[in-house]
Nanobody, 118 residues
Framework: QVQLVESGGGLVRAGGSLRLSCAASGIVNVNDMGWYRQVPGSQRELVAI???????NYADSVKRRFTISREHFKNKVELQMNSLKPEDTAVYYCNAPVPTGLIITDYWGQGTQVTVSS
């Protein structure tokens, strides 16, 4: 019953902004939530993560441009993206590792397309 649903992707010109949102249902407890991105033919890469206490970590390529935030009790995570560049073009995925007993299950959203034009 766990489901992550992303929204907010779209087409934007270089230098513009987008705000991505991820709503999680059926999740009681997670340690971290994060955003990843992937382009065709490449590996999925970390963009930003945020812990339960609010500590954040960013890929070097997005530092000072992207901001991750979280509403813990609603299991909602957002990504504010400013000063977008064409190289930011990718499918962005919401991620939530959920511990169940001794096993951690990695849940993913369906992805939302972000396209940045020159």
């Amino acid at each position: 019953q766990v489901q992550l649903v992303e929204s907010g992707g779209g087409l934007v010109r270089a230098g513009g902004s987008l705000r991505l949102s991820c709503a999680a249902s059926g999740i009681v407890n997670v340690n971290d939530m994060g955003w990843y991105r992937q382009v065709p033919g490449s590996q999925r890469e970390l963009v930003a993560i945020i812990t339960r206490s609010g500590e954040t970590n960013y890929a070097d390529s997005v530092k000072r441009r992207f901001t991750i935030s979280r509403e813990h009790f609603k299991n909602k995570v957002e990504l504010q993206m400013n000063s977008l560049k064409p190289e930011d073009t990718a499918v962005y995925y919401c991620n939530a590792p959920v511990p169940t007993g001794l096993i951690i299950t990695d849940y993913w959203g369906q992805g939302t397309q972000v396209t940045v034009s020159s």
